[in-house]
């Protein structure tokens, strides 16, 4: 008999149609039964002896919250026996309803509920205690998960007692996964979580990865890239990652249609095993970055969101470095530009922030001026140290994407057909704030706010901390600048000021969107299981 190993995950969700993610035991079939009638089935396929299925569900009436049970080759497998959250449910959408944003990055899976907690409370656990304990209240219309979902590179101590039954942890990659099964292992540890579970089972969910899914600092620069292929392990560790990740997340961020036309998951379905496939998949991809499109649209009424790659898609030659490639430049200009007027908020999900502290902006741009050679081979090798020591690798370490980024925001923010907001969502950094740019010739339209939200769960040190908040001082200005003529930089085409935080904790932000009219929230997790607002206002113009 087959079982449910791990799931359901709703996933995609719109006016009519659903996908709904799950993992079982064995080759079955599943099937998701909804208590209006509506169903989807669906042959489970298999990469490296484990067993998905991801069940489309159309045909589902505009605007209702119906509850859903999943079956596995016709035995009821969800809701579990005796558990105590209500039933999961499918919410379809009218295009004048109001949405909910909620996002976040930067989750290390919880210990036991009986365990010590050494990072604080988690917050997308206390979320699913709120949701649960009011299933008709306020809930989030879809979550935005910005990365670093599973830390492969910061396993939790059961995780490496469990590697440690499977190899030698003092060989490299030591107390990091090293191979698809070991990443599976990750899923388990962080999606088994009986909240998340269940809350990932009830609210849609869109995701993107950032390094630690595959490890810290992932593609900073060729020099490192170059290291890392030159080691043992890393190849392994990237298909797997790669791999586990197409299987666990980008899947689900596919609408039912996108899926119909993917020859991919066209031919993974098709094999008796398809690892092989997936594998090849991700050799491609490591290979040629430009090969492979993890960015993705969604649109959700009036409302469009752009899941940006910023890790996966870059170029890193010194002297052409872009954070995105020509192709996925290109994609992203087009589904930003396209029918213009037809959407009253633009959402850029991008894991790393787009506008920083104002000292590691300069910081940032300085250093990747000294990789490229402005002042010489010496101060071009002590720019690569400093740049993997610091973590120097976002937007403002290609200054050309952040200046082909701020030129497309004030064209699409800009004209008759403006949209109210154009919000760049971010995370990575383990802090929270609100940062408004402004151009020299005027500013867009729309209200343009870098929104960034880090951590979900996980911690930042104290220096650090101290660090973000005399990043926006006027004196780390000053030392910016001394840093940014020193590497003969260019000025950068927008100015900025902090305009919320920074806040630190485990917290979620939610953007409650309805017609041209935005609103922000700030919530932290408590001891207590509680979100604690710190912070609401109202973001759009008009």
């Given at each position: 008999?087959?079982?449910?190993?791990?799931?359901?995950?709703?996933?995609?969700?719109?006016?009519?149609?659903?996908?709904?993610w799950v993992e079982a035991s064995r080759p079955c079939t599943a099937e998701v039964r909804c208590a209006d009638g509506s169903r989807g089935e669906s042959r489970t396929f298999q990469v490296a002896g484990h067993h998905y299925a991801l069940v489309a569900v159309t045909g589902l009436p505009p605007g209702t919250s119906t509850p859903y049970e999943v079956y596995l080759d016709g035995a009821q497998v969800w809701p579990l026996p005796e558990s105590p959250f209500p039933p999961s449910v499918i919410r379809t959408s009218l295009e004048e309803d109001d949405l909910r944003v909620t996002f976040g990055?930067?989750?290390?899976?919880?210990p036991a509920a009986d365990a010590h907690d050494p990072v604080g409370p988690?917050?997308?656990?206390?979320?699913?205690?709120?949701?649960?304990?009011?299933?008709?209240?306020?809930?989030?219309?879809?979550?935005?998960?910005?990365?670093?979902?599973?830390?492969?590179?910061?396993?939790?101590?059961?995780?490496?007692?469990?590697?440690?039954?499977?190899?030698?942890?003092?060989?490299?990659?030591?107390?990091?996964?090293?191979?698809?099964?070991?990443?599976?292992?990750?899923?388990?540890e962080s999606w088994l979580d009986p909240e998340i579970r269940w809350l990932l089972s009830t609210v849609p969910s869109c995701m993107i990865f950032d390094d630690h899914d595959v490890i810290d600092d992932w593609n900073?620069?060729?020099?490192?890239?170059?290291?890392?292929?030159?080691?043992?392990?890393?190849r392994e560790r990237l298909l797997s990652g790669l791999m586990s990740y197409w299987v666990y997340q980008h899947l689900g961020n596919l609408s039912?249609?996108?899926?119909?036309?993917?020859?991919?998951?066209?031919?993974v379905r098709e094999a008796p095993d398809a690892t092989d496939e997936l594998r090849a998949f991700a050799s491609t991809a490591d290979a040629d970055a430009a090969a492979v499109r993890w960015s993705y649209r969604r649109d959700f009424g009036r409302v469009r969101l752009l899941m940006v790659d910023s890790r996966a898609a870059r170029v890193l030659d010194e002297q052409n470095r872009s954070m995105l490639d020509p192709g996925e430049a290109d994609w992203l200009r087009e589904q930003v530009l396209d029918a213009p007027g037809s959407y009253d908020h633009l959402l850029l999900g991008t894991s790393l922030p787009w506008l920083l502290p104002h000292l590691v902006h300069d910081a940032e741009a300085w250093d990747a001026a000294l990789c490229r050679g402005e002042r010489g081979a010496r101060w071009a090798r002590f720019g690569e140290k400093l740049r993997r020591r610091a973590d120097l690798e976002h937007w403002a370490a290609f200054p050309t994407s952040f200046t082909a980024l701020a030129d497309l925001i004030a064209t699409a923010g800009s004209g008759p057909?403006?949209?109210?907001?154009?919000?760049?969502?971010?995370?990575?950094?383990?802090?929270?704030?609100?940062?408004?740019?402004?151009?020299?010739?005027?500013?867009?339209?729309?209200?343009?706010?870098?929104?960034t939200c880090s951590p979900v769960h996980n911690s930042v040190p104290?220096?650090?901390?101290?660090?973000?908040?005399?990043g926006w001082s006027a004196v780390a200005r000053g030392l910016g600048r001394r840093l940014a003529r020193h590497g003969r930089c260019a000025k950068p085409p927008v100015t900025w000021r902090r305009t919320g935080g920074p806040w630190f904790g485990n917290q979620l932000m939610t953007l409650t969107l309805r017609g041209r009219s935005a609103r922000l929230r700030l919530e932290q997790a408590r001891p207590d299981n509680e979100l604690e607002t710190v912070t609401e206002s109202t973001l759009s113009r008009t």
């Open positions: 008999m087959a079982e449910l190993r791990l799931g359901p995950l709703l996933r995609y969700a719109d006016g009519s149609s659903a996908t709904v990055s930067c989750r290390w899976a919880a988690d917050a997308l656990d206390t979320l699913a205690a709120r949701v649960a304990a009011e299933p008709d209240g306020e809930r989030p219309d879809v979550l935005l998960l910005l990365g670093d979902q599973v830390y492969a590179d910061e396993t939790s101590e059961a995780t490496r007692h469990w590697l440690a039954a499977r190899r030698d942890l003092n060989e490299a990659p030591g107390s990091g996964v090293a191979d698809y099964e070991e990443y599976t292992r990750l899923y388990y900073t620069s060729a020099a490192w890239l170059e290291d890392m292929r030159a080691t043992s392990w890393w039912p249609s996108e899926l119909a036309e993917d020859p991919l998951y066209a031919a057909g403006a949209p109210a907001t154009v919000l760049v969502m971010s995370g990575d950094v383990h802090h929270a704030y609100v940062a408004e740019p402004a151009w020299p010739d005027g500013a867009p339209d729309a209200r343009v706010l870098q929104l104290p220096y650090m901390r101290f660090g973000f908040r005399f």
